[in-house]
């Protein structure tokens, strides 16, 4: 029911109620039929669940399979080593533990919704006010309210004296709302009234600021306005993040690859046999074999480190990003922000300072017109602090005057408060009088329109005082246009002297005969960080969306000052977006960078808009009705000072310091660390590809040229160890200049395949050379009298496969060096990267130890080839860097060729 558009007595005789509330058995009654007033209870996942939920991650699901096979050919060989099920199970192990770690805690959003409403409330209970649990209202309950209560529930006023609402977490509204009891009167062609503008409501989770009333209530519960954003935040899936939909696509490719190779490598070598029989083998041991030498490829094309890579390069962005106060709740959330082309933000707390502040005034006596306004007012600022406490615009008033140099507290302490006409919103007007220098000095401020009906007199700027006429009035009113043209609020003051304290304070007798000091205008002014910020969004190919409650005058205002909009005609409203369908607002939303006015249910229609055309969409915001929309978001933006718990409870992101300038930070680092986990991710592809082409290669000529533990070694330890040293690569300088690049952007993308291929294919000849020469060098006595039992032709092979594993590893170091751009020259780049040096170093030595000590050498079926042998195969490798220079130096002549 519209019950704002239903007089107090029409609202009562619906919710079955009377002045006097309810009695008690029929709020029992009532309360037993319906329910509690409280918000549905979110259901939590176990830690094991959400354990068994990251398991099964495509790639993941990959490592399982590999691990399976790997212990079924363990099992059917006979054999005792399981080193390799070992390794790929602690892999997966970790990776799920980090993902667990870094990923969001159980969702606390509609906990926090329960713990914003009130404990208990005063409420008409027989006739009688009574404390109760605010969980036990219903609808029909009468409840008193005063300045400092939190709105229990979804009200109708039945009484107001003065009471203002603060709603900002709710609507977006950045002053305190004006209640009053009469029915809203929709205007012409109007279907409805904004939340914000349902002045003879109260809505739960709101709280009275100012003044006191009774109000009946309407809607308890999940029927509140917040219940029903509680209702959407349950509605809201959660959707794969970029990243997620890439690693799952690659997962995909890989496993049709790997399954036909192993079935392409398996038939040829069934096929083979039978044409070329393998002398006493007999069919089972062909077929083991085969199978053997398929899973072997099975091993080579799997990148078993890239998931636990991947997550940690995360990882170390969510540490990144917390330094720059963008605190990460879901661990993919790093690589979204990279890939984002629309910022949706509310605009109070978020674009704006969430404090109303003076700043402009049009008066003779700025000095006057301070002090006026701080004494009539009650907000109050203490000694020693440089922020004053109360309801905004007042706080915003005593603020002007301490910036003055006039701080309350000495003010009052010269002109003491003997008497007052409180605020009226009738009126629109309120007056105090003080004792100062022995005279009775009163000061009523107000509107402007309700003001200069009160004044005799105006002051002029030199500091004279003459009668107001219609000219002066008209001056002001010209004025007041040109501050409400900015957005501004006006108010402005007026004064009056006694011979005495009268004893009269009715407003009637107070407000008149006055003297015009001035007004000021005041408006909740832009954080003067983001003014800049938008300007590097822009720059950065992303477009920033304000989405706010606020008049559209006001956002309007804000937005052309902040570079948002250029013109009015950008600018829609909730009641226009409530007009149109869903596909009418899919073509619309490209014309539009302000929503004013708008309901919760607004924002998530407008962010899954513009996710329709494709867009990954951020949502910033910091109250209760941003939620919905911030969770529906790609990446949803909470305000960790000002924000909400229920906003931080579904948020992405947290922004620590609520500074808007933060989200660009956390784009930058957000692209750079996508653009290091596509390093990472091209670098293992490319160097399996090498493993799988070199061992398929040699399949077809008959001859292994590396084991699978050869294999998982490259994988486990000359793959990743790099790679994660990738991952910390700086970023690159024209990151930021750089267009967003689409979600639907393919791993394999601009070239990436084919450069994975050409690469693969190389490195993979270069491991093949490397295998021929060690099989045809002269073999040194002390090798074969180290293996002494062994063929010539034996050791000549296991001198190749030694110079062939050298070459595989020392080929995947040096391709990780070139990776560090994969446009610019590695001799160009100005930054240092000391983790790839390292790594690199550590790898070598690891890699070379592996050969020369024996007991590793032995358990990985190596020989200890001699230094002319290990300088052929590292030279062998070396010739990648000068050929993936090259490569990339083709890439950028075609490339340039396509520009123009």
Known sequence: MNFYLQSPQEVLNEVGSTDNGLTSQEAERRLEQNGKNKLKEAEKKSLVRRFFEALCDPMIIMLLAAAAISAVTTIIQGENDFADLIIILAVVLINTVLSLVQESKAEQAIEALNEMTAATSRVMRDGEAVTVKSEDLVVGDVILLEAGNAVPADCRILESHSIKAEEAALTGESVPVNKLIDIIMLKEGEKDVALGDRKNMLYSGSTVVYGRGRAVVTSVGMDTEMGKIADALSDVANEQTPLQKKMAQLSTTLTKLVLAICAVVFVFGIVRNFISPVADAGIFDVVLDTFILAIALAVAAIPEGLPAVVTIILSMGVTAMSKRQALIRKLTAVETLGCTQIICSDKTGTLTQNKMTVVDKSTGDEKLLAKAMALCSDAEIKPGETESVGEPTECALVNYAYVLGMPKYELEQAAPRVGEAPFDSNRK??????????????????????????????????????????????????????????????????????????????????????TFIGAVGMIDPCRPEVLDAIRECKEAGIRPIMITGDHIDTAVAIAKELGIITDASQAITGMEINDLTDDELFDAVEKYSVYARVQPEHKTRIVKAWKAHGMVTAMTGDGVNDAPSIKSADIGIGMGITGTDVTKGVADMVLSDDNFATIVNAVEEGRRIYDNVQKVIQFQLSTNMAEVISIFTAQLLGITILSPAHLLWVNMVTDSTPGLALGMEPAEGDLMRRKPRSSDESVFANGAGLDIIIKGIFMAAMILISYFIGTNMGLPESEIALFKGMSIEDIKHLNGMTMAFLTTNFTQMFQAFCMRSQTQSIFKLKTKNNWLIGSLIITAILTISVMYIPFLRNAFDLAPISLGEFAIALGLAVLVIPVFELIKVIKKKIAERKDK
Do not use: W
């Not at 107000?446 to 002029?460: K, P, Q, S, V």
């Not at 002001?476 to 304070?505: C, H, M, Q, S, W």
């Open 429 to 514: 007007m309120m007056s105090t009088i003080h004792s100062e220098d022995g005279k009775i000095v009163q000061y009523t401020k107000g509107a402007c329109e309700m003001l200069l009906d009160r004044c005799d007199n105006y002051l002029t700027e030199s500091g004279n005082i003459l009668p107001m006429t219609d000219e002066i009035k008209k001056a002001v009113f010209e004025n007041n246009k040109g501050f409400a043209d900015r957005a501004l609020r006006v108010l402005g003051a007026a004064y009056k002297y006694y011979d005495e304290i009268p004893t009269d304070l009715e407003p009637e007798q107070l407000e008149k005969g006055l």
